[in-house]
T-cell receptor, first 117, second 113 residues
Framework: GAGVSQTPSNKVTEKGKYVELRCDPI?????LYWYRQSLGQGPEFLIY????????DSGLPNDRFFAVRPEGSVSTLKIQRTERGDSAVYLC???????????????FGEGSRLTVL | DQQVKQNSPSLSVQEGRISILNCDYT??????FLWYKKYPAEGPTFLIS???IKDKNEDGRFTVFLNKSAKHLSLHIVPSQPGDSAVYFC????????????WGAGTKLIIKP
């Protein structure tokens, strides 16, 4: 499809395991974002890529979280030693280069629901 | 410390009437505000935005009003339709970090037939 694609849609894992979540952005969108949404809250910023590089990773909660975008398209969010508090919906979004003309107008995927038991 | 607040978790409105969703913010550095709409099991979709240099922006049935002195914005939907039933999120950004949106917790709008 033409939209942002995220896999898996659901992931159940055990505490301490490693998890990878994948995001395939809209073709031609150079900006890519990861957000996390916990139950009853709005999305929370994690990291922003412009091309291949992480322009801002200030939202990553700790060093167990890491994201890559090696070819400037698909991105993978990696979570090591998962904890129950990591349970949330992880949203990926993409956009044209972040600039004033398109500020904040992000195109979101359906999210990956992570449950850590 | 919530910088963007949506104090009404839910709102129920009769079909055909006006829906008014409210949002308050605390950071005076915010200069761009957006509303997103979210259906269950889908990602948020952009609805309408407003720059801080304006006090109103209209797009069809949707109008966003910004009151900078009160640090308050609202989304008006007229007339409300059943398909408008969704969760509405208010979000804000500022010039030095215009890619990083700060979101409210959302308001669930229910349109009654």
């Amino acid at each position: 499809g033409a939209g942002v694609s995220q896999t898996p849609s659901n992931k159940v894992t055990e505490k301490g395991k490693y998890v990878e979540l994948r995001c395939d952005p809209i073709s031609g969108h150079t900006a890519l974002y990861w957000y996390r949404q916990s139950l009853g809250q709005g999305p929370e910023f994690l990291i922003y890529f412009q091309g291949t590089g992480a322009a801002d990773d200030s939202g990553l909660p700790n060093d167990r979280f890491f994201a890559v975008r090696p070819e400037g398209s698909v991105s993978t969010l990696k979570i090591q030693r998962t904890e129950r508090g990591d349970s949330a919906v992880y949203l990926c979004a993409s956009s044209l280069p972040a600039g004033r003309s398109s500020a904040g107008e992000l195109f979101f995927g359906e999210g990956s629901r992570l449950t850590v038991l | 410390d919530q910088q963007v607040k949506q104090n009404s978790p839910s709102l129920s409105v009769q079909e055909g009437r006006i829906s008014i969703l409210n949002c308050d913010y605390t950071n005076s550095m915010f200069d761009y505000f957006l509303w997103y709409k979210k259906y269950p099991a889908e990602g948020p979709t952009f609805l309408i935005s407003i720059s801080s240099i304006k006090d109103k922006n209209e797009d069809g049935r949707f109008t966003v009003f910004l009151n900078k002195s009160a640090k308050h914005l609202s989304l008006h939907i007229v007339p409300s339709q059943p398909g408008d039933s969704a969760v509405y999120f208010c979000a804000a950004s500022y010039m030095d970090s215009n890619y990083q949106l700060i979101w409210g917790a959302g308001t669930k709008l229910i349109i009654k037939p």
